[in-house]
C-alpha cells in the first residue's frame, strides 16, 4: 500500500508577505496586479472571512472587502523561499512531484524516516518549514494522491488530516463532489440535477448511467468515488510549452495596437525561452481574448522564435474578434516531446540523488 503526502502552503505568496512586512499580519491582504483588470494570485484568511479568493478580479475583491490591501507579488522571493521547501522535502524522500511553488506530492512508501511513519514525516516537514521559514503548511496522508490532496485541506491552516487505508470508503462515501478536482460549478449543478451530490451518491450508480451525464469523465468520477487513484508521482516533467501574456489596462481595437503589444511582449518571451536549455521549438502561436472573455488562439508549425511569424499569425486572430475588444494578448511556443531515453535518465538521476 503506497504512503502519500500532500503538502500544501497556507496562502502561500501572502504568508510570505506578512512574514516579511508585519504591518501586513493583521489586516486583509492579498497579492496581485494593481490595475482595475487585474486579478489576485492569493489572498491572507483575514481576507477570505468576506468572501475574497484567488482568481477573483481586483475590482470585485474591493466590492467585497473595501479595506482590502493589495500587494505586487515578488516572483523571485517566492521562488526562493519555494527552493527551500523543496530542499526540506527531499530530507525524506527523493519522490517529488512538484504541482506549483506552493504544493508538491511526496511518495514516502519507502522512506525509513520517522520509523516509516507517514504521519509523523507529514509533522517533521510541516515543523521544518515553520523553524526555518517561519511558514506554516497543511498535509493531506493517504494512500493514492486523489485522496491525499483533498485531505490536505481538511484541517487547513496548519494542520494535517490522515486518511488511512481502513478510513478510505468512509471519507470518501461522505466527500461532496464539489472537491473532486474536475468539477466545476456547472458539471456540479448538472449532477445535483440527476440527483448526485456526494461519492455515496455516486458509488450507488454506474459507470453506464454516469456517461450519459458526464460522458468521458464517467470512468474516472466513478473510480474517485470509490477512492481508486492508481497514478503514480511524476517526479520527472515534461514542458511541452511556453507561454507570456498580458491583461491590458484598456481595451484594444485595431490590429496595429495588437502588433505594438507583441513587439512588448517578444523580447520578455525569448528571456523566458533562454532559461529552458535544450528545448527544440516546433509551434508558435498568437492567443487573444476579447472583451466578452472569449478567446481564440491561432498556431503554426515553426523552428524557432520569430516576431514576423507572430506577426503573420496576427491577422487570422484578429478577424475572429469580429469587432469585439481585446483585453489580453498572448504568445505561446510549443515544444518536441522529449526522447523517451533521456527521461528515463533524468528520472533515474533524481532516484539516485
Request: contains cysteine; proline residues 3%; glycine residues 6%.
Amino acid at each position: 500500500m503506497k504512503k502519500i503526502i500532500h503538502i500544501d502552503m497556507d496562502c502561500f505568496y501572502a504568508a510570505v508577505e506578512m512574514r516579511d512586512f508585519p504591518e501586513y499580519r493583521n489586516i486583509p491582504l492579498a497579492v496581485g496586479g494593481d490595475g482595475p483588470r487585474s486579478v489576485l494570485c492569493t489572498c491572507n484568511y483575514q481576507a477570505r472571512k468576506f468572501g475574497v479568493r484567488s482568481a477573483m478580479s481586483v475590482i470585485k475583491a474591493k466590492q467585497l472587502c473595501p479595506e482590502l490591501t493589495i500587494v505586487q507579488g515578488r516572483m523571485a522571493v517566492y521562488k526562493e523561499v519555494s527552493d527551500h521547501i523543496r530542499e526540506i522535502f527531499s530530507r525524506y524522500t527523493s519522490l517529488i512531484e512538484p504541482l506549483s511553488l506552493d504544493e508538491a506530492f511526496l511518495d514516502v512508501t519507502d522512506s525509513t524516516a520517522c520509523q516509516g511513519s507517514a504521519t509523523l514525516i507529514a509533522e517533521k516537514i510541516r515543523a521544518d518549514i515553520y523553524q526555518e521559514l517561519n511558514l506554516t503548511a497543511s498535509a493531506g496522508i493517504a494512500p493514492n494522491k486523489f485522496i491525499a490532496k483533498i485531505a490536505s485541506d481538511e484541517n487547513k491552516p496548519n494542520g494535517q488530516c490522515v486518511i488511512s487505508p481502513d478510513k478510505v470508503t468512509d471519507f470518501v462515501e461522505a466527500l461532496s463532489l464539489k472537491k473532486i478536482p474536475g468539477i466545476g460549478p456547472k458539471t456540479f449543478q448538472k449532477l445535483q440535477s440527476f440527483g448526485f451530490s456526494t461519492c455515496a451518491d455516486i458509488r450507488a450508480s454506474s459507470i453506464a448511467n454516469l456517461t450519459t451525464i458526464v460522458g468521458k469523465f464517467a470512468t474516472s468520477l466513478y473510480q474517485k468515488a470509490h477512492g481508486i487513484d492508481h497514478r503514480e508521482l511524476e517526479v520527472s516533467r515534461q514542458r511541452k510549452s511556453l507561454a507570456i501574456e498580458t491583461t491590458l489596462s484598456a481595451d484594444i481595437f485595431t490590429e496595429n495596437d495588437c502588433a505594438l503589444v507583441i513587439e512588448k511582449l517578444y523580447p520578455k518571451l525569448l528571456q523566458r525561452l533562454a532559461k529552458l536549455e535544450g528545448k527544440k521549438i516546433v509551434r508558435q502561436g498568437i492567443k487573444l481574448k476579447f472583451n466578452d472573455f472569449n478567446q481564440t488562439t491561432v498556431e503554426q508549425q515553426s523552428l524557432t522564435a520569430e516576431q514576423e511569424t507572430f506577426n503573420t499569425l496576427l491577422p487570422k486572430a484578429f478577424e475572429r474578434g469580429k469587432g469585439r475588444g481585446i483585453r489580453l494578448v498572448g504568445l505561446t511556443l510549443g515544444f518536441a516531446a522529449e526522447d523517451k531515453l533521456a527521461v528515463a535518465l533524468k528520472e533515474k538521476q533524481l532516484t539516485l540523488l
